[in-house]
């Protein structure tokens, strides 16, 4: 599991864009589950978006199919990463950064 802050600006509309970039990204329907959406795409069995505090960050929970062949992994993980890079509104070297010092804000 893993929390991702979501940029500035970007909050207000994170639940209809979040699901919108999962049917964009993925091409899957994702199901309402209690907490979250939730789909399952190529090398993930299970790929869990719920919603940190106030809107402010996005909890991502996956589950990797282990069996699956290079090149459906390879996809998936480029379809995961443009996912989050459109509902995180940073890119994969600005979340980085992030991780590695905490966000100021």
Aim: hydrophobic share 35%; charged share 35%.
């Amino acid at each position: 599991m893993q929390e991702y802050p979501i940029k500035r600006g970007l909050t207000k509309d994170l639940e209809t864009r979040a699901v919108a970039e999962l049917k964009a990204c993925f091409g899957a329907e994702p199901q309402k589950t209690a907490k979250g959406y939730q789909i399952k795409f190529g090398a993930l069995k299970r790929l869990d978006v719920t919603f940190g505090a106030g809107l402010k960050s996005v909890i991502i929970d996956t589950e990797s199919d282990i069996s699956a062949a290079d090149d459906v992994i390879i996809d998936t993980n480029k379809r995961f990463r443009k996912y989050l890079d459109a509902v995180t509104g940073f890119s994969t070297k600005e979340r980085v950064k992030r991780a590695k010092t905490p966000a100021e804000e």
